[in-house]
């Protein structure tokens, strides 16, 4: 089974992972951990007054970032015994990933939920809705566990 793996640096993507290790065996599953980088959309409005070194800085720094966490990442699952590949592209997460899905063709989609609701919601979006209402293949939404109150 070929499994995508979207994650960010977030506690959703660590409760993805967790996910991914405890439903599937090792020698069943081969799984992409991906990461796409979106330079904040503040950057863009700045572009007018930053140099163009300091944007490819700004861009090299979030490559190095994601490269350290697919890393990361990636270690946690061979620690697990899975077999693993890395892929970083740029571009807006939901796309990113959708693109990404339609080259490799994984049997599943997996990806962390960080559960926005409302104004926030609608101002930042849901990639995991978006990855979901498109995708030509089963999604697999994981939100992190709530303490017991």
């Known amino acids: 089974m ?3 793996l979207a ?3 977030s506690p959703c993507s660590e409760a993805a992972v ?3 290790i405890a439903q599937f065996r090792p020698g069943d599953a081969e799984i992409s951990v991906f990461h796409s980088v979106e330079l904040p959309s503040a950057l863009i409005f700045a572009a007018e007054t930053a140099s163009a070194e300091d944007l490819a800085e700004l861009r090299d720094g979030a490559v190095r970032a ?3 966490l697919v890393s990361r990442v990636a270690k946690t699952l061979k620690t697990a015994g899975f077999t693993v590949s890395k892929f970083i592209e740029p571009g807006a997460p939901k796309d990113a990933i959708l693109d990404y899905a339609g080259k490799w ?3 599943l989609i997996v990806v962390g939920s960080h559960g926005r609701k409302g104004l926030d919601r609608l101002l930042l979006g849901s990639v995991a809705d978006g990855v979901a209402r498109h995708a030509t ?3 697999q939404i994981v939100r ?3 303490p017991a109150v």
């Open 66 to 68: 994601a490269e350290a």
């Open 137 to 139: 293949t089963a999604v």
């Open 144 to 146: 992190p566990r709530q």
């Open 7 to 9: 994650v960010d640096d």
């Open 2 to 4: 070929k499994i995508l």
């Open 105 to 107: 063709h994984p049997d």
């Open 18 to 20: 967790q996910a991914v």
